[in-house]
């Protein structure tokens, strides 16, 4: 795997998001600049995905927690299972089954910990 492949995949994925009945309107209404979200997201794809050896150098300096905040009332834990869904019909279509594994295995991780971080409010 290296860093074309993961621009690639995150190319076709996010075309997937863009057309999805549920999710489209919630990242079409968020995203105006469709270009360079695909490259940020392609840098912290990389930053996971790759071995640090294996980056042409870090670029990712994002705080995905933060960029979720922004848009929480559009949300919802139904649109992460939705997500992954297609992250997982994606990584299958990319990617060889091994790192397609690794790749879904970290997407799960960051939509729990997102999910947490949005949604979990424990009782006083």
Do not use: C
């Not at 930053?47 to 042409?56: D, G």
């Not at 929480?72 to 992460?80: D, G, H, N, S």
């Amino acid at each position: 795997m290296d860093e074309p492949l993961i621009a690639t995949l995150v190319s076709r994925f996010y075309a997937r998001v863009r057309r999805d009945p549920d999710l489209g309107p919630v990242f079409n209404r968020a995203i105006s600049d469709w270009d360079h979200h695909l490259e940020t997201l392609a840098a912290f794809w990389s930053a996971l995905l790759l071995a640090p050896e294996r980056l042409t150098a870090p670029r990712y300096k994002g705080n995905p927690m933060a960029a979720h905040l922004k848009h929480l009332e559009r949300m919802t834990p139904a649109l992460f299972d939705r997500w992954l869904a297609l992250w997982a019909e994606a990584t299958a279509d990319v990617l060889p089954p091994p790192a397609a594994a690794d790749a879904l295995a970290k997407a799960a991780r960051i939509a729990t910990s997102l999910q947490l971080g949005l949604f979990y409010r424990p009782a006083a």
